[in-house]
């Protein structure tokens, strides 16, 4: 969202959507306090990766701010991170008093003042300032004046690799909550979380993260106060507001984290090893673990990749079907823009019929390789083999086996094949569901089908720290007439 296009609120109508929401929209402190930890929590979680920002220090006010860095502690050493907190003013209602016995019971350590480093570069990784809310007034008074000039300090390190980001909630503490930083000797934070909308104050932030958090305004609010808030993606707690800063993509990299993987601790066939990994991605939740990126070559030598779903795997190898995803998902995703000089023209490019460009590479090379990469496992599985078309009784049961709505948009996609508009597809889409209203059988195209893998080398890849991965590659030989599957290691 552009930052332009986001309502910034005042000082007085943060109050009052606070009155009114815990008031006759019926929601308590602590919900509000619990969705503003875990929408913080969730916005460190997606800009600073676990594997290189482990140990977070978090100050907290004795206000509503500092419940809400209470929660996001909880969070993040769910997250798997190491929370500190430092948290000299401690409130004595109930509300407060829960959230600190809730962190001690995960033994996070509670830092007294006296005990910090003055220089918090060397301990920690991520400091946040959860001191102040909007509704502070004044001048902040001991400890936090003295840790409010500490986060200036450490905000002022001119090589920012060599600190720690600075994430602010809400309010940049010690920051005017409309003017900002008046005096510019303020805190700069890397990363600013507003919650429920963004107060005026957000407009002088220069840091190269602004979040929105606080997933709850519901449309009476929107409405009465006018605001303009962007849309939260899927099920995320968190919405970037801005650009997103370019990045040297040379700069990035990532230190894997994983178990070992030790040639004594996997199956003896790779089949087994498969199945064990991807049970545990979607055990794990992982989106579409069954994703895998389909390369072939063609006689003249010409690659060419995909992405395709797989869709039944057992020891005869490995089998996908044309035009995977549902009409509404796009079921022929457009991946490509040609030009030329006399129009525009779509090339629909994801999956495939038996007339499209990697059913034309199969047929003159039936050599083929799948990829799997599941990220958040640290882990791909590499398979090699030659690839045959499933019998005609095969593919019939599984395409009527998908919804009618994917039906439709398999007879209406005559993939690779150069359209002139999307409504061209529309309008032969709406005619077949015209056509098939009644709920009568839809016959499946000649064209559309499904390829199997026969597999004759897998590779499982777990990525390990400092580069020194590991790689287990199964290969086929010959012993005593019959064949059978060895296992090497590959140097990283």
Same mark, same amino acid.
Request: a negative charge; proline letters at 7%; charged letters at 20%.
């Given at each position: 969202?552009?930052?332009?296009? &986001?309502?910034? +609120?005042? !000082?007085?109508?943060?109050?009052?959507? /606070?009155?009114?929401?815990?008031g006759p929209? *019926? @929601? =308590?402190?602590?919900?509000?306090?619990?969705?503003?930890?875990?929408?913080?929590?969730?916005?460190?979680?997606?800009?600073?990766?676990?594997?290189?920002?482990t140990?977070?220090?978090i100050?907290?006010?004795?206000?509503?701010?500092?419940?809400?860095?209470?929660?996001?502690?909880?969070?993040?050493?769910?997250?798997g991170?190491?929370?500190?907190?430092c948290?000299?003013?401690?409130?004595?209602?109930?509300?407060?008093?829960?959230?600190?016995?809730?962190?001690?019971?995960?033994?996070?350590?509670?830092?007294? &003042?006296?005990? +910090?480093? !003055?220089?918090?570069?060397?301990?920690? /990784?991520i400091?946040?300032d959860?001191?102040? *809310? @909007? =509704?502070?007034?004044?001048?902040?008074?001991?400890?936090?004046?003295?840790?409010?000039?500490?986060?200036?300090?450490?905000?002022?390190?001119?090589?920012?690799?060599?600190?720690?980001?600075?994430?602010?909630?809400?309010?940049?503490?010690?920051?005017?909550?409309?003017?900002?930083d008046?005096?510019?000797?303020?805190?700069?934070?890397?990363?600013?979380?507003?919650?429920?909308?963004?107060?005026?104050?957000?407009?002088?932030?220069?840091?190269?993260?602004?979040?929105?958090?606080?997933?709850?305004?519901?449309?009476?609010?929107?409405?009465?106060?006018?605001?303009?808030?962007?849309p939260?993606?899927?099920?995320?707690?968190?919405?970037?507001?801005?650009?997103?800063?370019?990045?040297?993509?040379s700069?990035?990299?990532?230190?894997?984290i994983?178990?070992?993987?030790?040639?004594?601790?996997?199956?003896?066939?790779?089949?087994?090893?498969?199945?064990?990994?991807?049970?545990?991605?979607?055990?794990?939740?992982?989106?579409?673990?069954?994703?895998?990126?389909l390369?072939?070559?063609?006689?003249?030598?010409?690659?060419?990749?995909?992405?395709?779903?797989?869709?039944?795997?057992?020891?005869?190898?490995?089998?996908w079907?044309?035009?995977?995803?549902?009409?509404?998902?796009?079921?022929?995703?457009?991946?490509?823009?040609?030009?030329?000089?006399?129009?525009?023209?779509?090339?629909?490019?994801?999956?495939?019929?038996?007339?499209?460009?990697?059913?034309?590479?199969?047929?003159?090379?039936?050599?083929?390789?799948?990829?799997?990469?599941?990220?958040?496992?640290?882990?791909?599985?590499?398979?090699?083999?030659?690839v045959?078309?499933?019998?005609?009784?095969?593919s019939?049961?599984?395409?009527?086996?998908?919804?009618?709505?994917?039906?439709?948009?398999?007879?209406?996609?005559k993939?690779?094949?150069?359209?002139?508009?999307?409504?061209?597809?529309q309008?032969?889409?709406?005619?077949?569901?015209?056509?098939?209203?009644?709920?009568?059988?839809i016959p499946k195209?000649?064209?559309?089908?499904?390829y199997?893998?026969?597999?004759?080398?897998?590779?499982?890849?777990?990525?390990?720290?400092?580069?020194?991965?590991?790689?287990?590659?199964?290969?086929?030989?010959?012993?005593?007439?019959?064949?059978?599957w060895?296992?090497?290691?590959?140097?990283?």
């Amino acid at each position: 969202a552009a930052a332009a296009e &986001v309502t910034h +609120l005042s !000082q007085r109508d943060a109050a009052d959507i /606070d009155e009114q929401l815990m008031g006759p929209l *019926g @929601f =308590s402190v602590d919900q509000l306090m619990e969705l503003a930890g875990l929408s913080v929590a969730t916005a460190v979680a997606e800009v600073y990766k676990l594997s290189e920002h482990t140990r977070v220090l978090i100050i907290c006010g004795p206000g509503n701010n500092g419940g809400d860095g209470l929660v996001a502690a909880r969070h993040l050493y769910h997250f798997g991170y190491k929370p500190f907190v430092c948290y000299p003013k401690r409130t004595a209602k109930p509300l407060y008093s829960g959230l600190v016995t809730q962190l001690e019971s995960l033994a996070i350590p509670f830092v007294p &003042v006296e005990d +910090l480093p !003055q220089d918090l570069s060397g301990q920690y /990784d991520i400091v946040i300032d959860a001191m102040f *809310g @909007f =509704s502070f007034h004044g001048t902040p008074r001991p400890p936090f004046d003295d840790l409010i000039q500490m986060l200036v300090s450490l905000s002022v390190v001119g090589d920012s690799a060599k600190r720690p980001p600075i994430v602010s909630v809400d309010i940049p503490s010690g920051w005017h909550v409309e003017e900002g930083d008046v005096s510019g000797g303020g805190i700069k934070p890397d990363m600013l979380v507003s919650l429920t909308a963004p107060k005026l104050c957000a407009k002088k932030f220069t840091g190269p993260h602004h979040f929105l958090g606080g997933r709850f305004v519901p449309p009476p609010i929107s409405s009465k106060y006018g605001l303009e808030l962007p849309p939260y993606p899927g099920t995320s707690m968190c919405v970037r507001i801005g650009k997103v800063p370019s990045v040297d993509i040379s700069s990035l990299r990532e230190n894997y984290i994983s178990p070992e993987l030790l040639e004594n601790q996997v199956m003896p066939n790779p089949f087994d090893q498969f199945r064990s990994w991807f049970d545990e991605a979607v055990t794990a939740g992982l989106r579409e673990p069954n994703a895998m990126a389909l390369t072939t070559v063609n006689k003249a030598g010409k690659p060419s990749s995909r992405m395709v779903l797989l869709k039944g795997v057992d020891k005869q190898g490995f089998v996908w079907y044309v035009n995977n995803h549902h009409f509404k998902q796009l079921s022929i995703a457009v991946t490509s823009l040609q030009f030329c000089y006399s129009c525009l023209y779509w090339v629909l490019c994801r999956y495939t019929n038996y007339g499209s460009q990697k059913a034309h590479d199969l047929s003159e090379n039936s050599n083929a390789a799948l990829l799997f990469y599941w990220n958040e496992m640290n882990r791909q599985v590499r398979v090699e083999g030659s690839v045959q078309k499933v019998s005609e009784e095969e593919s019939e049961k599984y395409f009527h086996s998908r919804p009618r709505g994917s039906q439709l948009g398999a007879i209406v996609s005559k993939q690779s094949t150069v359209i002139s508009g999307r409504e061209v597809l529309q309008q032969a889409y709406k005619e077949l569901e015209q056509k098939y209203s009644d709920g009568s059988f839809i016959p499946k195209p000649d064209y559309w089908g499904g390829y199997r893998l026969t597999p004759n080398l897998f590779e499982f890849w777990q990525g390990q720290q400092s580069r020194l991965h590991d790689r287990l590659q199964y290969s086929q030989r010959e012993v005593g007439g019959s064949t059978e599957w060895h296992i090497q290691r590959l140097s990283p």
